[in-house]
């Protein structure tokens, strides 16, 4: 019979972590993991209690922020478990109780239950390494078949249990474990420990932090050790089942077994996954095929080499130019910087559809060629279930325009360019592009907290821009920067061949135009070419710059390391934005309302400033009549693959600016101290767990490794995950894992709460969000939006219109305020220079 394990969460961002720790084990446990607070006193009280407790051989105490004090909200249910376990051990029922493990705040719980003191560390111990000093007892118990090894294991913990056996009652726990490392005091941290008679262990540490070693030796001991209670207990609950001497315990967990496998169905802790509605599924495409025509369009594909010597940065700005001319407002996003290796860029000649919503808006308004419509939605699950439904595009073949013979087009079907990427991916190519077509956008700080955690938004005032801005582009273009090789694309149905087979030409001649390209050929540019690539030409704008507070940033860290000292929170992402005010009209006087070539120029020249000036992998230019986004991300949140069923992110913690008296031995120096390293351990612990919940495989392919920017040294981590779990996509683990970890701190939720208080409910908006691509063959690739600048109001008049820049850094308990600010002005400056240079 599969073992049977209730993980009790405490809202941690761990938990998933622990689960895959278990799961893993050679006994292969059944897990199922239920909210701390969904375990309320009326159902432990009820009848309902006997059958969990007959149902679950062990029960896990999990971590998680706050203290272990009865009183404590953090605690949820985990009092009312405890004293109803102690009730059905005792009095006339004798039940044999289950085995108990406890984590972190389940260790602190099951000690101060047993009488030893719980009281504050002189300082937090988060995301630092301890070696653990095994005792006699442990040597033979908990750490058995460990003797001789350095058992290094993470902590995040700022309280810890006073051990005292001076007084009676207290000698029922025996110490197993103390951490080398002493406190103030002078005296050692206990680690893990056991109850004398009674089938209860427990450790301070985080055996499931990827940096704690021999956690599932660890947990096998558990097991291996318990293998004989559970026999036993097993055989008490057949015997109460087969007698009649406990009538009322045998009908309670007969009786209520139904009812609690739906108790538990409907409180567990599960992956989100987009389940389709077939009504409104149904009604949009239905609607969406009535406005685009495109039930079943074709898919047209262009191939272009370029020439060895092209400048590919300067070849992708020149094309945007050029194409703006041919078909308007476009979006880009661009890896102007190493790891990144592609560029994409989404066209529409007419205006585009394009998707936004507001928090806490009932509708997701749909602008296009038509009227725009505003579609119903209950809550931001249905404005991803209507995103949902518009890819799904039924792609019926694809023309390759001028691959055949003397220049004729070939067909395939849409499933064979798909298994053809799919290959070339799995054997280690990266020779085809991840956008073919598909939504284009960001999502702001704010829906990422409501989508990703179910955290309501208190806002100070209204958002400025929208929180989902999504446009759906039938027209792309991707260009390799290390094949040189460009990817035109454009689909729509097939009676409209001759329309969109001339736009992919006319894109074709342009590229073959541009000065780059015609340099590179050893041709020189044509002068109208010139005259057109001049208007593009930076224009200073005037403006006045109102840079953060200081006192106030300080004030901020200082009542962070206070909530860090107490236990509500491991890590915080302090933020703060600087406001650029524009004078003047950028409107060209012609009364459209779409966006003017003068608005579009000024935001452009910005955009190729920060291009220069502070180069990234995932850089991105969004532009709409009320607002624009330009930003150079070094980190990448999210890029999935459905057909491999593989995802990565790519979380930046740990940051040195760059001098030219900076090398890179000393950037390695700085960021390998204690206090860098955690911060990058916290983040990558906090994504292991969100990834675990939606991917049967999770691996750590790079642990802090140090990359080089322009502008700084950074500690980035990369995280893979593999086997998507079934009925998962790529768009369920962006929803699922916003918003950013490395925007937040650990645990997540209680810390995007902090946050909010911290920072006066003011909203981050795009800044802290995602922006990227979700593509139709199923890839998607969104980065953080860091080291950027957005824009709002200012449309087609003379009043002022602001941009806003947002930077922060990550407050441990090892941070020092003033390092913490100078950090922050650092990450500032490089968005900042667009607006201060020429």
């Not at 045998?250 to 996954?273: F, T």
């Not at 070539?597 to 291009?611: G, H, Q, T, V």
């Amino acid at each position: 019979m599969t073992l049977q394990v209730l993980l009790i969460d405490s809202y941690d961002s761990f938990t998933f972590n622990l689960v895959t720790l278990f799961r893993d084990l050679s006994v292969r446990p059944e897990i199922t993991v239920v909210p701390s607070a969904h375990l309320t006193p009326v159902y432990v009280s009820s009848s309902l209690f006997p059958a969990l407790l007959a149902k679950f051989d062990v029960i896990v105490i999990g971590p998680g922020p706050g203290t272990p004090l009865q009183e404590d909200p953090d605690m949820g249910g985990i009092p009312h478990v405890w004293q109803a376990i102690d009730k059905y051990s005792t009095g006339s029922y004798r039940w044999v109780p289950p085995v108990v493990f406890g984590v972190c705040l389940g260790f602190q719980w099951i000690l101060l239950r047993h009488g030893h003191p719980v009281v504050r560390l002189p300082r937090p111990r988060h995301g630092l390494i301890s070696v653990l000093d095994v005792t006699e007892e442990g040597r033979h118990d908990l750490f058995a078949g460990l003797d001789g090894m350095d058992i290094e294991c993470v902590r995040y913990h700022s309280l810890y249990v006073q051990y005292d056996n001076k007084f009676a009652g207290n000698e029922d726990i025996v110490p197993l474990a103390w951490s080398l490392d002493e406190n103030e005091e002078g005296e050692k941290v206990l680690m893990a420990a056991r109850h004398k008679t009674r089938p209860y262990w427990a450790v301070q540490y985080h055996p499931e932090s990827v940096c704690s070693k021999y956690g599932a030796e660890i947990l096998e001991n558990v097991f291996r050790m318990s293998e004989e209670h559970i026999r036993l207990r097993r055989q008490w609950i057949n015997r109460v089942l087969e007698q009649d001497h406990l009538p009322l315990l045998k009908a309670s967990i007969l009786e209520r077994q139904d009812d609690l496998e739906s108790y538990l169905r409907d409180r567990q802790h599960r992956c989100k996954v987009l389940h389709k509605w077939p009504h409104q599924s149904a009604k949009r495409l239905e609607a969406r095929d009535q406005q685009a025509n495109i039930a079943t369009p074709t898919l047209f594909q262009y191939i272009i080499d370029l020439p060895e010597n092209v400048n590919v940065s300067k070849f992708v700005t020149e094309l945007c130019e050029q194409v703006f001319e041919i078909s308007g407002v476009f979006s880009l996003l661009e890896s102007a910087a190493a790891p990144g290796s592609w560029s994409y860029m989404g066209f529409n000649e007419n205006i585009p559809h394009r998707f936004t919503y507001y928090i806490p808006d009932p509708f997701l308004t749909e602008t296009s060629t038509l009227q725009p419509q505003a579609w119903t939605v209950d809550s931001i699950d249905d404005v991803w279930e209507l995103l949902a439904s518009v890819m799904d595009v039924n792609i019926s073949q694809v023309i390759q325009v001028g691959c055949g013979p003397n220049n004729t087009d070939t067909r395939i079907s849409f499933d064979q360019l798909k298994e053809t990427v799919k290959k070339s991916r799995e054997n280690g190519y990266d020779a085809w592009p991840s956008f073919f077509g598909g939504l284009i956008g960001y999502v702001s700080y704010e829906a990422g907290v409501v989508a990703g955690l179910n955290v309501h938004v208190d806002q100070e005032s209204p958002a400025e821009v929208p929180d989902i801005d999504m446009t759906f582009y039938t027209r792309s273009i991707a260009v390799n920067h290390k094949t040189k090789r460009v990817f035109i694309h454009t689909f729509e149905e097939q009676n409209f061949v001759t329309i969109y087979r001339s736009w992919i030409l006319r894109v074709a001649e342009c590229i073959e135009m541009l000065p780059e390209v015609r340099r590179a050929k050893g041709c020189p540019p044509k002068e109208r070419d010139n005259a057109s690539l001049a208007k593009f030409r930076d224009k200073k704008v005037p403006g006045e710059i109102r840079l953060p507070d200081k006192d106030e940033y300080l004030t901020k860290i200082d009542r962070a390391k206070e909530y860090l000292a107490s236990g509500d929170s491991y890590e915080l992402c302090v933020t703060d934005q600087t406001l650029i005010i524009e004078k003047g009209s950028l409107h060209d006087g012609s009364g459209d309302s779409n966006i003017s070539f003068k608005e579009m120029r000024s935001d452009w020249a910005f955009y190729k400033r920060m291009k220069t000036t502070n180069p990234a992998p995932y850089s991105c230019f969004f532009r709409s009549k009320k607002s624009a986004l330009i930003g150079m991300s070094p980190e990448r949140f999210l890029r999935w693959d459905n057909n491999l069923g593989e995802c990565e992110l790519r979380p930046i913690k740990g940051t040195v600016k760059r001098t030219s008296k900076t090398t890179l031995e000393e950037a390695i120096a700085k960021l390998k101290t204690p206090k860098e390293q955690a911060e990058n351990l916290m983040i990558v612990d906090l994504i292991r767990h969100d990834v675990s919940q939606f991917c049967e495989n999770v691996e750590v392919a790079q642990l802090m490794g140090v990359e080089t920017y322009k502008t700084v040294y950074q500690l980035v981590s990369v995280i893979k995950g593999r086997n998507m779990r079934p009925g998962v996509t790529g768009a369920d683990i962006l929803r699922g894992t916003l918003p950013p970890g490395s925007m937040t701190g650990a645990p997540k939720k209680r810390s995007v709460e902090i946050l909010q208080e911290l920072e006066g409910h003011r909203r981050r908006g795009v800044y802290s969000g995602v922006s990227g691509y979700w593509d139709l063959m199923g890839h998607g690739d969104w980065s953080v939006v860091i080291r950027s600048a957005y824009s709002v109001g200012g449309q087609g008049t003379d009043v002022e219109r602001i941009w806003r820049i947002g930077a922060g850094g990550a407050i441990t308990a090892l941070s020092d305020r003033e390092e913490e600010w100078e950090e922050m002005k650092t990450k500032l400056e490089g968005a900042l220079r667009i607006f201060q240079d020429v």
